[in-house]
T-cell receptor, first 114, second 113 residues
Framework: NAGVTQTPKFQVLKTGQSMTLQCAQD?????MSWYRQDPGMGLRLIHY???????DQGEVPNGYNVSRSTTEDFPLRLLSAAPSQTSVYFC?????????????FGPGTRLLVL | SQQGEEDPQALSIQEGENATMNCSYK?????LQWYRQNSGRGLVHLIL?????REKHSGRLRVTLDTSKKSSSLLITASRAADTASYFC?????????????FGTGTRLTIIP
């Protein structure tokens, strides 16, 4: 199993540009989520999905869109990038249905918005 | 808003010593989890303790939870250079279990060989 994969690893954008951060998992996990990590802030939940076709907002959803058309993929879209979105983005997945289920994190995407 | 706050923010100890880091949180929780993050990498789940548990062990890790004080501690015994990393606590207060983790700000642990 590859686990949770994210692409790209690093991206530089100009203000106003759009892009999609890709996340895929091959563990057949129902639950997937996106976090951003900023210095001194820990990780903050952006959006999450409990299954294909179902998404919901986390703590900091503004400026981001998600969709979940398949179990495997959960892309994160920035429609108009802003410098405040400079961060490291992590995707995670887990099986649903139990609080004991471990979340598995991807290696992260480092985004710089100029 | 941040749910968890780790203390200390940074900790340096000699290899072989024990490392203790603490986490405080604000609301009632279902469980509390600890994660490790090596520099430039993703997070790795270490241990989960449920709200009705007071102590849990996993190898060299010992976690305690005091729900009356809304605090938890992570003890790493007999530290090794490979334990150098940032450690985060995360709390789950969701209705359906483990869906909305709220992370603390982390403790950066450095083990000096």
């Amino acid at each position: 199993n590859a686990g949770v994969t994210q692409t790209p690893k690093f991206q530089v954008l100009k203000t106003g540009q759009s892009m999609t951060l890709q996340c895929a998992q091959d563990m057949n996990h129902e639950y997937m989520s996106w976090y951003r990590q900023d210095p001194g802030m820990g990780l903050r939940l952006i959006h999450y999905s409990v299954g294909a076709g179902i998404t919901d907002q986390g703590e900091v959803p503004n400026g981001y869109n998600v969709s979940r058309s398949t179990t495997e993929d959960f892309p994160l879209r920035l429609l108009s990038a802003a410098p405040s979105q400079t961060s490291v983005y992590f995707c995670a997945s887990k099986r649903s249905g139990g609080e004991q289920e471990t979340q598995y994190f991807g290696p992260g995407t480092r985004l710089l918005v100029l | 808003s941040q749910q968890g706050e780790e203390d200390p923010q940074a900790l340096s100890i000699q290899e072989g010593e024990n490392a203790t880091m603490n986490c405080s949180y604000k609301t009632s929780i279902n469980n509390l989890q600890w994660y490790r993050q090596n520099s430039g990498r993703g997070l790795v789940h270490l241990i989960l303790i449920r709200s009705n548990e007071r102590e849990k062990h996993s190898g060299r890790l010992r976690v305690t939870l005091d729900t009356s004080k809304k605090s938890s501690s992570l003890l790493i015994t007999a530290s090794r250079a490979a334990d150098t990393a940032s450690y985060f606590c995360a709390t789950d207060a969701s209705n359906f279990g483990n869906e909305k983790l709220t992370f603390g700000t982390g403790t950066r642990l450095t083990i000096i060989p």
